[in-house]
């Protein structure tokens, strides 16, 4: 139960970033405006909504999560320092809190890293597999290696040959 839960946090601190990201991209001007108007170069407008999508679809997908997820909560972090930092203000100090519990969460998804329904889980059951058949041969070998040192025939021992990755046809 705790990994559909994952799954589903997973998703929804996603979607933050692909509907800020797609919004920033739709809204090059405007965005412009916002960075400039923190005394950053307006012309991080258009990198800094495709970092947004590129790293939501990847959340979404469980693509290289730890890596996204620590990159974002820099990213996150680094927004209150630069567009949320007049604490007296309580719209200001609303959205600097928000963006520290949106930190808080990519900081959890980054210490849960490879969790189910992931290409990045995928990936590793895929590493996991080929490395056991990889032990499983060399134990044969050395099996044979062993008995015809001693000088007696050995019994083939079938192993299962290793599976293609699916990426490979």
Not at 14 to 36: E, P, W, Y
Not at 65 to 94: C, E, K, N, Y
Not at 104 to 126: K, P, V
Request: overall charge positive; proline content about 4%.
């Amino acid at each position: 139960m705790s990994m559909i839960a994952v799954f589903i946090g997973r998703v929804f601190i996603a979607v933050i970033f692909l509907v800020s990201g797609i919004n920033k991209l739709i809204h090059v001007n405007d965005t412009g405006a916002m960075i400039a108007g923190a005394g950053l170069p307006p012309g991080l407008a258009i990198p800094t909504g495709l970092f947004e999508l590129i790293a939501g679809i990847c959340l979404v997908f469980g693509v290289a999560t730890r890596l996204w997820s620590i990159l974002l909560a820099g990213f996150v972090l680094l927004t209150i320092l630069f567009f949320h930092r007049d604490f007296t203000d309580p719209m200001q100090a609303m959205m600097a809190m928000k963006n520290l519990a949106i930190a808080g969460g990519l900081l959890c998804l980054f210490g849960y890293g490879n969790t189910r329904w992931s290409y990045d889980a995928l990936r590793q059951r895929r590493r996991d597999e080929l490395a056991t058949h990889d032990a499983e041969l060399r134990a044969r070998d050395a099996e044979v290696r062993a008995a015809r040192a001693e000088g007696r025939t050995v019994e083939t021992v079938e192993v299962a040959p290793a599976r293609k990755p699916f990426w490979k046809f």
